[in-house]
């Protein structure tokens, strides 16, 4: 066995989950070598929906612009049941006033993924293909991994840490002992990208609902492609899912919806499966997205967790290995992202069962009650903003974490800073701006005392300070209060008065050290 370079960070897995820690590792100048032991990148991807907290994570780095041309907003969701058009939601611009991204936003991960290589080639970083983990030990301050090329060759890699973003089938997870409960639901679904034409063709989602079948479609970029998942029932699930195919689907939802299909580039089946690994972390290792925990893809929530654990724990990383923050520093990372995932686990699943449950109590639910529910809620603007913040995991905190600490307003330690369009000013300014910088920041809203003002000049913290608008208190935010923000845009401490001891005890307690330019 042959040796190889060392990395800061070995990342094994290059879906979404490994891709954007690897950016984001790789624009904070850590070393990084991101391996996978398939070929090529997937070409029969489920995930569609990009939230809007990935997309604000995306501006931080550069990319969110670059998605947002390839990808569709989604302007509204039609329900049909047996055969009736019975309603339909108006998504529009749900969340204006809460994020820069207030849409419905799909783009199909196997683009997604290939935009991401192609950020992260231009950064000078290659995903290693046909590059299997075989196995990996911990010696002192390093971890020494076992790699194997597909013509059997093998190499030892060392790095400071290892980062498992290799599925639900983890290698990293596998060697750890760590284990990952939950189950698979019985039903078996399919997904298929399609040429279409008819009247659902329209650029929004429409979702078809009968006693037996179940089928979703979601728009693409191309006006004549569409994303269709649907339930396989019956007969066609009795086969092994690996020989079904295109022919072995139900035409009854397809039909009376006036779906016609004229090509299906690419056509797969899958179970849904719930787990949440038992930890995330065991000594310099890490588990991310599918490897950590998997659920139903019940408000296209998955994908976009596992990029949240990758920016979780990016910046984390990269101040350990810059001597930036003590070493306690990561053990934030899986409270902080376990706590998040056994919930979505929960709620998803409870979701998903209401939706495909053959009970007579459930059957009413969906055909009934929740399609002429939701676009009565919906058009209630409290419940239009909660489902935005849920669904889109703008809602998502640290509270009583062991880096949130403070309330100033309605904003807590541990809370997403809240966004700010700033007026008047150029068209687009506002107070995720400095984000970035991917760097630690002090936030005023109102006028900065000068004692804050010394102590950031003394410590190299940069510090922002905002003219007071209303719509700042309608965020939530106080007054001449001060926002200590994380690099991943979350408040770290909020206290409503400036105090430059409170904000250097807060810094020193958890060594976390400034670099100095």
Request: proline content about 4%; charged content about 20%; hydrophobic content about 45%.
């Amino acid at each position: 066995m042959t040796s190889t370079n060392p990395a800061q960070v070995l990342i094994v897995g290059a879906g979404p989950t490994g891709l954007v820690l690897a950016l984001w590792l790789t624009r904070l100048g850590v070393d990084v070598r991101i391996v996978d032991k398939t070929p090529a990148p997937s070409t029969t991807s489920r995930a569609l929906a990009v939230q809007a907290r990935t997309l604000e994570f995306y501006r931080q780095i550069g990319i969110a612009d670059a998605v947002h041309a390839r990808g569709r907003e989604v302007p509204a969701v039609n329900f049909w049941v047996s055969g009736r058009a019975v309603a339909r939601a108006m998504l529009g611009q749900i969340g204006k006033g809460i994020s820069p991204y207030p849409y419905a936003f799909v783009f199909p991960q196997d683009e997604h993924e290939r935009l991401l290589i192609d950020r992260l080639a231009a950064e000078g970083i290659s995903v290693e293909r046909n590059t299997e983990l075989l196995g990996f030990e911990e010696r002192g301050d390093r971890i020494v991994a076992q790699l194997a090329h597909a013509d059997g060759h093998r190499v030892s890699c060392e790095a400071a840490f290892v980062a498992g973003c290799d599925g639900a089938r983890s290698r990293v997870r596998e060697v750890l002992s760590i284990g990952f409960s939950g189950g698979t639901y019985e039903h078996l679904f399919y997904v298929a990208d399609v040429e279409a034409r008819g009247p659902v063709m329209n650029g929004e989602i429409h979702v078809g609902l009968d006693r037996t079948d179940f089928l979703a479609l979601f728009p693409l970029k191309d006006t004549h492609r569409a994303r269709l998942v649907g339930a396989v029932r019956d007969h066609a699930a009795a086969g092994q899912p690996e020989t079904l195919a295109w022919e072995d689907v139900s035409r009854r939802v397809l039909e009376w919806m006036r779906i016609d299909v004229a090509r299906v580039h690419w056509f797969s089946t899958y179970h849904v499966h719930h787990r949440v690994a038992d930890r995330f972390r065991l000594g310099r290792a890490f588990l991310l997205g599918d490897a950590a925990h998997v659920h139903s893809p019940v408000g296209g929530q998955g994908m976009n967790t596992g990029i949240g654990d990758a920016v979780n724990l990016a910046w984390k990383l990269a101040a350990v290995l810059q001597r930036r923050a003590d070493d306690r520093i990561l053990d934030t990372y899986e409270p902080e992202r376990i706590a998040f995932a056994r919930r979505l686990v929960a709620t998803t699943d409870q979701a998903f069962t209401a939706a495909t449950s053959s009970t007579l109590t459930a059957r009413a639910l969906r055909l009934q009650v929740v399609p002429r529910l939701v676009p009565m809620l919906f058009a209630l603007h409290p419940f239009r903003r909660f489902a935005f913040r849920t669904v889109s995991q703008t809602v998502i905190n640290y509270r009583g974490g062991g880096l949130s600490d403070g309330r100033a307003g309605r904003i807590h330690g541990g809370d997403r800073l809240p966004w700010v369009c700033i007026e008047p000013a150029a068209k687009g300014a506002d107070n995720f701006a400095p984000l970035t910088s991917i760097d630690w920041q002090v936030h005023v809203y109102g006028t900065t005392t000068p004692e804050i003002r010394a102590c950031c000049s003394e410590r190299h913290l940069a510090l922002h300070e905002f003219a007071w608008q209303g719509a700042m208190e309608d965020a939530g935010l106080r007054r001449d209060a001060l926002y200590l923000v994380r690099p991943d845009g979350y408040v770290a401490l909020a206290a409503a008065d400036q105090s430059a001891a409170s904000l250097g005890r807060y810094l020193d307690a958890r060594g976390i050290r400034m670099a100095i330019s």
